[in-house]
């Protein structure tokens, strides 16, 4: 990715997620190892666009093509969240918004998803992407 001036590179911030259905994510998040995948899966089936949901069901299984698929989909969710924003492909989207965790949460996901099945130029492409994003990123933000 091209980096542009800083007078050039605009800040999007998503709109907030709805309270209740994030203390909804939150309560499915905290459920017994064997419910919650399925908990936070009926979260996300009543909320598609729920980018913190996709970012959560990635997390909360083992199987990493599973994983990859549910950070696919976050990635692609969130790519349509960030244009709704105004976000044209450019642009900053910050961890220090709290409300743009969940789209760089599920690419956090998606790159670690990749390396798991060993898809490298992916790896590669979502570093440089959320670096674009977020040049203060790291990965600790969006730890497990």
């Known amino acids: 990715m091209s980096q542009l ?3 050039d590179r605009h800040e999007t911030v998503l709109p ?3 309270g209740d ?10 459920a017994s190892d064997h419910d919650r995948r399925a908990a936070i899966a009926a979260v996300v089936a009543d909320h598609p666009t729920l980018l913190e949901g996709w970012a959560r ?3 909360a299984v083992e199987d990493p093509i599973e994983r990859y698929a ?22 900053y989207v910050r961890w220090a918004e709290p409300d743009n965790r ?9 790159r670690d998803a990749a390396a ?3 898809e490298q130029a992916e790896v590669e492409r979502i570093d440089a992407f959320l670096l ?12 497990d």
């Open 5 to 7: 001036p800083m007078s």
């Open 16 to 18: 907030a997620p709805d």
């Open 21 to 30: 259905v994030m203390r909804r994510l939150d309560a499915a998040a905290a």
């Open 57 to 59: 069901l990635a997390a």
């Open 70 to 91: 549910y950070a696919r989909v976050g990635y692609h969710r969130g790519l349509d969240a960030l244009r709704a924003a105004g976000w044209g492909g450019r642009g």
């Open 102 to 110: 969940g789209v760089l949460t599920c690419l956090a996901r998606l």
């Open 116 to 118: 798991a099945i060993g």
């Open 132 to 143: 674009d994003l977020d040049p203060d990123w790291s990965n600790d933000l969006a730890a």
